[in-house]
């Protein structure tokens, strides 16, 4: 499947999802109203969204995770770092510091990840 960029209602809407799936649809609708100050109507444009997406389906009005939060997550960074720093990771890593100073310890953890995903 081609990744599908999220927008940011989206993502905030999956979070929701991410952090309480299985849940019945009328849950969602509770808590979009409350956390995001949605309508009715919108959460239910928005979870048909996400089921043609495909992140999601909605069986009997329970919506399960059909796509995981953290494979997601792999592909919104993979995205930024294409789209903003042309794929270099060591440019977003400058970035990131813009200039400020990191302790030694930090350096050494840095250092052993670089490590682990040499390749």
């Not at 969204?49 to 494979?71: D, Q, R, T």
Request: charged fraction near 30%.
């Amino acid at each position: 499947m081609d990744y599908l960029k999220l927008c940011d209602s989206d993502y905030k809407f999956m979070m929701i999802i991410w952090e309480n799936a299985p849940i019945n649809s009328g849950e969602v609708v509770k808590i979009c109203k409350n956390k995001l100050g949605w309508k009715k109507s919108t959460t239910y444009t928005v979870i048909k969204k996400m089921c043609e997406k495909g992140y999601i389906v909605n069986e009997n009005a329970v919506i399960s995770v059909l796509i995981p939060k953290e494979e997601t997550q792999i592909n919104e960074t993979e995205y930024f770092v294409e789209r903003t720093f042309n794929g270099s990771i060591s440019h977003l890593i400058a970035a990131f510091l813009g200039g400020k100073k990191i302790t030694d310890k930090e350096a050494e953890n840095i250092k052993k990840m670089i490590d682990e995903y040499k390749g």
